[in-house]
């Protein structure tokens, strides 16, 4: 298990796809862009990869599930994440002060490595501006208010990347997009489109059946 405070380097694939991250037309990652004059208000995502807590040598990423409560996306999984507030400088700000007050990240311990295009959410019509980070220094995060995330997901990059755990839903209002099962927990909708089109830029997803659809349980 790491040590509290340990520095990890990020793999090269992570570097690589912080590259690749500033020049990615929009357009490749979603058909859902900003309206003109942009959506009600603007937020942001944090993807957050970082060693394994029980295996530092192996990478994951952090996500959250939703508490089952909440009026939208009851339930989900998600990037720790939300709108952006009067004082927040910037989007990438907003990205790192959500993480912390959803899961107690601490953001002098995240490297920020690229900004992913502006993207839009249309439930909600936020525009969405995911933040790719590496957890140079991780410290433990939880579900700090249980009414809005129920836990904290460690998912392991083998695991999302493993053709076993992958494959596509249809919502019963016709949507079919890509998702992942890991840690008990399905990954769906825009958090299942953006990781998605991450691990393909990254240069390290491999072949799956998307023939292989189930229906979203209602």
Sequence with gaps: MSAVGETHRPPGWLTHLATRARTVPAGWISQLLPPEGGG??????LMLFGPAPDDPCRTSLVLTQRADTLR???????????????????????????AEEEIGLDPSGVDVLATFPLL????????????????????????????????????????????????????PRG????????????????TGMLLDRTLHLAGIDRPWDPAVVRDLPV
């Design 40 to 45: 009600r208000r603007a937020s942001a995502v």
């Design 72 to 98: 939208n996306h009851a339930g989900q999984v998600s990037f720790p994440g939300g709108a952006r507030e009067e004082g927040d400088p910037d989007l990438v700000a907003t990205a790192l002060r959500e």
């Design 120 to 171: 839009h959410l249309a439930v909600s019509d936020y525009d969405v501006q995911p933040v790719l980070g590496w957890w140079r220094r991780p410290t433990p995060v939880h579900a700090r208010d249980l009414a809005e995330v129920s836990r904290v997901i460690h998912a392991r990059v083998d695991d999302l990347v493993d053709p076993a755990h992958r494959f596509r839903v249809r919502h």
């Design 175 to 190: 949507y079919i997009g890509p998702a992942f099962e890991v840690d008990g927990a399905l990954v769906w909708g825009f």
